[in-house]
């Protein structure tokens, strides 16, 4: 049988520590990129906090407006709450988009409902939802 020499089993001093070299570069590499990651993934926590809370509000708005006489009244509800959603503060306006489509008695037959979500340093998140005037 041919053993190898024991000069020749085993790893030398100097492949170790290409080895180790290698294996820092790596690391170091890889660990710069998680702050970057984090920040990422806070950004997509608060972009999925806002739209839950902006879906659950539109909801609301669509419940509402289904009867004839709260559309007329063109009363909306609550804004979400904000605590959930990194510092952000949402506010909501309706309009008349189309100003030919108007009842005999002058009231809209369409509204636009927008929900704009705005914080310091954050970016502005608007979510708009077109409600027709239910028949009676």
Not at 29 to 35: D, H, S
Not at 47 to 69: C, G, I, L, N, P
Not at 101 to 120: D, E, F, I, S
């Amino acid at each position: 049988m041919n053993r190898p020499h024991p000069a020749q089993a085993g790893l030398t001093l100097i492949e170790v520590l290409i080895a180790l070299a290698i294996f820092t570069a790596l690391s170091v590499a890889v660990l710069g990129l998680l702050p970057t990651l984090f920040q990422v993934n806070r950004n997509n926590q608060n972009d999925q906090a806002v739209t839950v809370a902006a879906k659950a509000f539109m909801e609301s708005v669509r419940t509402a407006y289904s009867a004839q006489a709260t559309f007329d009244a063109g009363t909306l509800p609550a804004t979400p709450d904000t605590s959930l959603m990194g510092g952000l503060t949402c506010a909501a306006t309706q309009a008349n988009p189309v100003a030919a489509w108007v009842t005999p008695a002058g009231g809209p037959m369409l509204r636009r409902v927008t929900l704009t979500c705005a914080g310091t340093g954050q970016p502005t998140y608007t979510f708009t939802l077109d409600v027709g005037r239910p028949s009676s």
